[in-house]
C-alpha cells in the first residue's frame, strides 16, 4: 500500500520567502531573478540546490484548458491537499510529465509576501497542471526538472511512498 509522505518544505519555504520578501513591488522577471540568484548561494551547499539549477528550467504556469487536464488525468477529483508529490507521481499518465522544482507564489492585491516552496506538478503539452487543490494558479511562476514516467514509477515501486525524486536521486 501506498504510503503519504508529509515532506516538510518548511526549509526551502522560509529560504526562499524571506530573500524573494525583500523585493517591493515584485514583478515576475524580478522574482524569477531573485531566486535564480538565492538557489545558485544554496547550490554551494545544498545538492539538490545545485541540481535543480543545472538541470532546472521556467515552466509555462499557463494552465491547459479544463478538457485536457481531465482527459489527461483521470483521477483528477480525488486530489489530496498539500500532498502534491504523492499528487503528482499516482496521477502521472502517458500524456503527461513529472515535474518537480519549486512554486512561487506572487503576491496579489495587499498581499505583501511572495512565497517559494519545494513542489511537485504534472504537464501536458508544456503546460503546468497543478495537483494541489489549495493552489490557486494565478499569479504562480514554476521552476523544475522533468523526470521520465519510468524513473516516476520504478522509485514509488521500490520505495512505496511518494518522496522528492531530486533527494533520492542526488
Known sequence: MMKFNNWDNTFNFIRYSNALSEINDITPKKAKEQFEKTLRKDAETHPECEYYLKNGSWRDSKRPSEQTVSEAIPRIDE??????YYN?????????????????????????????VAHAWLETNEQVIELDPTI????????????????IHETLVE?????????TTV
Open 79 to 84: 486530489l489530496k491537499s498539500r500532498q502534491c
Open 88 to 116: 503528482a507521481q499516482t496521477s502521472l499518465s502517458p500524456r503527461t510529465t513529472y515535474v518537480e522544482g519549486y512554486l512561487i507564489i506572487l503576491p496579489q492585491k495587499d498581499e505583501e509576501t511572495t512565497i517559494s
Open 136 to 151: 490557486e494558479q494565478s499569479n504562480t511562476l514554476y521552476f523544475g526538472v522533468e523526470f521520465a514516467n519510468n524513473t
Open 159 to 167: 520505495k512505496e511512498t511518494a518522496d522528492p525524486i531530486v533527494t
